[in-house]
């Protein structure tokens, strides 16, 4: 029996055991996958701890992700976006971030190709920055617009020559998302319990826009509706949430993983 796990604090409501042993049934791998309550205190112990014990491998989800740096060998890309949330054991201790292509795969499912495209992504936080790392490498045009401006145009400068990529706040979003074709919601605005909340509404959408909310809980946020109402193309927080779990999955295996099982186990999960 391989064990695998997420480590987190809180992290009683994670989703990522489901995925992950829906993967393993399915593949008829012997592993189970299990959340742990870790502190960031007590995360080199955690992680060395299960490195010792022959575990397959780890998730980290707040608020471990950028303690984990110090303790792991980080890709340059987890290194660059500077948080890690999925540890391989196969080779030592690395680090990889995941999220980024998690949302850049979401986006392509969608039939959506960010090459080329103006993207507005609200938010700066830790999320965002793995993003707007991988929508800038693939070519995209990137605006960051984050209530507070500072961490936006921060986080621009240390994407940098990976990019055409710029920060500002949230001031005038009207015309940021006039000169857009792709609006990301990186921000935590719409999470439970304040599932009314939103940054953009329906008057400031139109039809060619694409809207992709990676807030999954819950699935259909205030601002997936308000896109819907204007006619827009939306993509809800799941696939980026499976994604990344894949990504993760195949790091960890070697195997590839079953997507459509992890997405319907996300779901039955969020339903
Ligand atoms: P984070 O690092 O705490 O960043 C939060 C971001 O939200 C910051 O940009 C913050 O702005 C902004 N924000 C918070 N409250 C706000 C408000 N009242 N008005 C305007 N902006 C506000 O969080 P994170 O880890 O990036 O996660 C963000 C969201 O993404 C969460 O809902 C999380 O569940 C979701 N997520 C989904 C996936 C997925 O796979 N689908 C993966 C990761 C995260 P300031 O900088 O001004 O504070």
Not at 22 to 42: I, N, Q, T, W
Not at 163 to 190: H, M, P, Q, V, Y
Request: glycine share 10%.
């Amino acid at each position: 029996m391989k064990l695998f796990g997420v480590l987190g604090d809180p992290v009683s409501h994670s989703l990522s055991p489901a995925m992950h042993n829906a993967a393993f049934k399915a593949l008829g791998m012997d592993c189970e996958y299990h959340a742990f309550r870790v502190s960031p205190d007590s995360l080199r112990d955690a992680i060395h701890g299960a490195f010792a014990l022959g575990f397959g491998g780890l998730n980290l989800t707040i608020p471990l992700k950028e303690k984990a740096l110090e303790i792991v060998k980080p890709t340059e890309l987890a290194k660059h976006i500077g948080a890690v949330n999925t540890v391989d054991f196969n080779n030592g201790m690395t680090g990889h971030n995941t999220d980024g292509i998690g949302a850049m795969k979401a986006l392509e499912g969608g039939g959506v190709h960010v090459k080329g495209k103006n993207v507005l992504l609200l938010g700066a936080g830790g999320a965002a920055r793995a993003i707007a790392f991988t929508l800038a490498a693939e070519g995209a045009i990137v605006t960051i617009a984050n209530r507070t401006p500072e961490r936006a145009i921060s986080l621009a400068k240390d994407v940098g020559s990976a990019g055409k990529i710029r920060g500002c706040g949230l001031e005038d979003l009207k015309d940021l998302i006039k000169n857009s074709d792709i609006l990301i919601n990186s921000t935590a605005i719409g999470m439970s319990p304040k599932v009314t909340e939103t940054i953009v509404t329906s008057d400031l959408m139109r039809r060619d826009l694409v809207v992709f909310d990676i807030v999954y809980n819950p699935l259909n946020t205030q601002l997936l509706q308000e896109a819907r109402k204007a006619g827009a193309k939306t993509i809800d927080g799941v696939m980026m949430l499976v994604y990344q779990g894949a990504e993760a999955f195949k790091i960890w295996t070697g195997k590839t993983p079953p997507v459509v099982l992890m997405e319907k186990a996300v779901r039955a999960r969020l339903s």
